[in-house]
């Protein structure tokens, strides 16, 4: 089960804790644009669809798998 809210997300406090400067855009209704990356199960999905949510905006999944985007190492 996805959380669907901000309090309800767990990690990532670096990037989501009270007074960070990505939760007061979010919570401003004018978060920018970015780009979420990471190994897989580091929520950045979640994150995404947390915040288009919050602000009614667009969300387009990416996955740099299905992309066709090169491994690093190779």
């Known amino acids: 089960m996805r959380p669907r809210d901000l309090d309800d ?3 990532q406090s670096h990037l989501l804790s009270e007074g ?3 939760r ?3 919570e401003s209704g004018e978060p920018h644009s970015a ?3 990471g190994p897989a199960g580091d929520r950045e999905t979640t994150v995404a669809r947390i ?3 919050r602000v009614e905006g667009a969300f387009e999944e990416l996955s740099a798998v299905n992309a066709g985007a090169p491994r690093s190492g190779r």
């Open 9 to 11: 997300f767990v990690g």
């Open 51 to 53: 915040i288009a949510a």
């Open 24 to 26: 007061v855009a979010i």
């Open 35 to 37: 780009i979420f990356y």
């Open 20 to 22: 960070s400067a990505l």
